[in-house]
C-alpha cells in the first residue's frame, strides 16, 4: 500500500521521433497496451493517485487514452527538455505537500511495481535529496553516462552526445535508466539553475546531478545491474525487442498456470487477459485488452480477440475475429469467423465460416453455419440461418431491428429487410425477400416463381 511519501511525475511530453509517428511514443503499444499503461501501473501501488504527467507533443491523444488521469496532466507547450518538462510540473509537485518526487520517463515500460517501491525504499532510508536508478547494460547505446568520483560517489551525468572521454575518462558503461526521486524542499532551489548549454541546446534533468552535488546535497545512485526492465524505448526496434520479453513472460506465467498453448513463442497476450486452468491455445494467436477465456475452451491460430468473454469449452476456430463479444459455453465460432461489438451466442450456438456478426444475440443452439450477415438482431434458440441469409439493418440513415423467435428455419439466401419480426417455428423459402412480418408456425415465401420455357419450340 501507498503510504504518502512522494507524488510522481511521468515525462511524457516528447515526439518520439525515431517512431515516426504523429501521435506520442507513450501511445506505442506493447501486446496492445501503452507504454504509458505499464508506467502507470508500476506506479500506482507505491504512489497512489498523486501522479502528474507532461504531455506536450500530441497531448490531445493521450488525455483521450487517459481521461481518468487527465486532472494532473500538465502541458509543456514546447518540449525544450526533460529539465524544462520537470519545471513545468514543479508548482504542481510543490502543491502536493508531499516530501519526495518520484520522476520518471514515460518510455519505461518494462519498470516493475517492485522496481519503484524498492526504490522508493533506498531513498526513505538514506533521505538522500537527489536519488536516481543506474543500469550497466550490455550496450550503453544513447543513455547519460554516469559519472562518479575516485570514492564512488556519484558526481554528474553526461549525456552520449555529450560525453568526452578527454574530461571524463573511458566510459564505465553504468548509465542513467531516467528514475529519479527528488527531496523537493532542497531541489526546488537548482531548479532555475538548469540551463540549456550542450549539444541538444535542451534542457536536461540530469543536469540536477551536477547542481546537486556541486552544492554538496546528498546524491545517491541505486544500482540496478543489467536489468532490461528499465532501458527507455526509443525506436521501433527496442519496442518489438521489449515487447516480445513480456510476450514470453506473460506467455509463460499462463503456461505454469494451468494453460495448455502450443507454439507458445508465437502466443500474443495483452497484460489485461485473463485465463482459466485448462484452456487451451494455439500460437499464434493475439488476445488483447479485457478478454477472458474460460476453462476448456479452445483457441485456435491465427484468431485475434478484443476485449471479449469466451465461456467454458466454447471453441473459437482459426482465423476468426472477436471484439466486445461474449461466446457462451460450448459454442463454435469459425474457422473464418467475424464477432464484431455486441455480438453475443449464447449456450452451444454457432458461427461458421464468413459469418459476421454484429449487435445480434443467437440464443441458445442457434445456428448460422455458412456466409451471413447478423446485424442489430436477435435470433431465438435452436434456429436455423441457411447460407448466405442477410439481415438488411441499413437503410442508407437508419439501423432497424430483426427478431426471429425460436426453432425457426431460415432458408438459405434469405434478405430480411428490417424492421422485421419472424416468429417462432416458422419456415422460410429459401431466396426470399422478407418485409412483412410472419407469424409463428407459418412458412413465409417470397420470391417470383420459377418459369421453364422451352428453348427448342421458341427458335421456330
Ligand atoms: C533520457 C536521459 C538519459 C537517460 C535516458 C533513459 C535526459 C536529458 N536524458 O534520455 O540520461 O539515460 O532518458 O531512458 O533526460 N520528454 C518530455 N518533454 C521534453 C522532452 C522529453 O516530456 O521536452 C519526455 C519524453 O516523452 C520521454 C522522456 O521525457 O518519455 C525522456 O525523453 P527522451 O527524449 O526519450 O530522453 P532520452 O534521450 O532517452
Ligand atoms: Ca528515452
Not at 56 to 71: H, I, L, Q, R, T
Request: hydrophobic share 35%.
Amino acid at each position: 500500500m501507498h503510504d504518502s511519501f512522494a507524488c510522481a511525475l511521468v515525462l511524457a511530453g516528447g515526439k518520439g521521433t525515431r517512431m515516426h509517428s504523429e501521435k506520442p511514443k507513450v501511445l506505442k503499444t506493447l501486446l496492445g497496451e501503452s507504454m504509458l499503461y505499464y508506467v502507470y501501473n508500476a506506479l500506482r501501488p507505491s504512489i497512489g493517485d498523486d501522479i502528474f504527467t507532461i504531455v506536450g507533443f500530441g497531448s490531445e491523444y493521450v488525455e483521450e487514452a487517459y481521461p481518468e488521469m487527465k486532472d494532473k496532466f500538465v502541458l509543456q507547450k514546447e518540449q525544450l527538455g526533460t529539465g524544462h518538462a520537470l519545471q513545468q510540473g514543479w508548482d504542481q509537485i510543490k502543491a502536493s505537500g508531499l516530501e519526495y518526487c518520484l520522476v520518471i520517463n514515460g518510455d519505461t515500460p518494462l519498470v516493475s511495481s517492485k522496481a519503484v517501491s524498492d526504490f522508493l525504499e533506498a531513498v526513505k532510508e538514506d533521505g538522500a535529496d537527489l536519488s536516481f536508478v543506474t543500469i550497466t547494460p550490455k550496450d550503453p547505446c544513447q543513455f547519460g553516462r554516469v559519472i562518479r568520483n575516485k570514492a564512488g560517489q556519484v558526481s554528474a551525468i553526461v549525456e552520449a552526445k555529450d560525453y568526452d572521454e578527454s574530461i571524463y575518462g573511458p566510459v564505465t558503461g553504468e548509465v542513467n535508466a531516467g528514475i529519479y526521486c527528488l527531496k523537493i524542499s532542497t531541489v526546488d532551489a537548482l531548479l532555475g539553475k538548469i540551463t540549456n548549454e550542450n549539444k541538444s541546446g535542451e534542457y536536461y534533468i540530469t543536469d540536477l546531478v551536477d547542481l546537486a552535488a556541486q552544492c554538496d546535497m546528498a546524491v545517491t545512485a541505486v544500482d540496478c545491474g543489467d536489468s532490461v526492465d528499465l532501458m527507455g524505448i526509443n525506436s521501433p526496434y527496442e519496442l518489438a525487442k521489449a515487447e516480445s520479453t513480456l510476450r514470453m513472460r506473460i506467455s509463460e506465467k499462463w503456461l505454469r498456470s494451468g494453460v495448455i498453448i502450443h507454439n507458445w513463442e508465437s502466443a500474443v497476450i495483452g497484460p489485461l487477459v485473463q485465463i482459466e486452468p485448462g484452456a487451451e491455445l494455439t500460437g499464434p494467436c493475439e488476445l488483447y485488452g479485457k478478454t477472458t477465456i474460460a476453462s476448456g475452451a479452445v483457441v485456435q491460430s491465427h484468431v485475434r480477440i478484443l476485449d471479449s468473454i469466451v465461456s467454458e469449452n466454447a471453441e473459437i476456430k482459426a482465423y476468426s475475429h472477436l471484439e466486445d463479444a461474449k461466446v457462451g459455453p460450448e459454442c463454435s465460432v469459425g474457422p473464418y469467423g467475424r464477432l464484431r461489438p455486441g455480438a453475443i451466442l449464447e449456450e452451444g450456438s454457432k458461427i461458421g465460416n464468413f459469418v459476421e456478426v454484429k449487435k445480434a444475440v443467437l440464443g441458445k443452439g442457434a445456428k448460422a453455419s455458412h456466409l451471413s450477415y447478423l446485424g442489430d438482431s436477435e435470433i431465438g434458440a435452436g434456429t436455423n440461418i441457411g447460407a448466405g441469409t442477410i439481415t438488411c439493418n441499413y437503410d442508407g440513415k437508419n439501423k432497424f431491428k430483426t427478431i426471429i423467435g425460436a426453432n425457426s428455419f431460415i432458408g438459405s439466401n434469405t434478405a430480411l429487410v428490417a424492421p422485421v419480426t419472424v416468429g417462432e417455428g416458422v419456415l422460410i423459402a429459401a431466396g426470399s425477400t422478407i418485409t412483412k412480418d410472419v407469424s409463428d408456425g407459418d412458412l413465409g415465401v417470397a420470391r417470383s416463381r420459377q418459369v421453364n420455357i422451352s428453348r427448342t419450340s421458341q427458335k421456330s
